[in-house]
């Protein structure tokens, strides 16, 4: 089992910044990669970022490549998300998940109970 505590949502202007963090116990070291999914009141859940735990490669939604990036440290079991230049429509409820194989690396088999990111025209 794995445990997942997001933190560092809140209010933000467009334009200005955020960082998320998301904390992990449990068998962290036999996933395979984190990531963060999103979503917007009305809409289903969508994948955001991906880091994979022993490359460290990445991938991002079309929607934030370019001001979104994803960091992992592997001695602190964290991962985080970086958002820049952010826009009314990343408003949403942030989702961290740890993925245990490369099937579920863009949807994750463990979330945590996510964290409210509004941006403010």
């Known amino acids: 089992q794995v445990q997942l505590v997001e933190s560092g949502g809140g209010l933000v202007q467009a334009g200005g910044s955020l960082r998320l963090s998301c904390a992990s116990s449990g068998r962290t070291e036999r996933m395979y990669a984190m990531g963060w999914l999103r979503q917007a009141p009305g809409k289903e859940r969508e994948f955001v970022a991906v880091?994979?735990?022993?490359?460290?490669?990445?991938n991002y939604a079309n929607s934030v490549k370019g001001r979104f990036t994803i960091s992992r440290d592997n001695a602190k079991n964290t991962v985080s998300l970086q958002m820049n230049s952010l826009k009314s429509e990343d408003t949403a409820v942030y989702y961290c998940?740890?993925?245990?194989?490369?099937?579920?690396?863009?949807?994750?088999?463990?979330w945590g109970q996510g964290t409210q990111v509004t941006v403010s025209a």
């Open positions: 880091v994979r735990t022993g490359s460290g490669s990445t």
């Open positions: 998940y740890a993925a245990s194989t490369m099937l579920t690396v863009l949807k994750g088999d463990y």
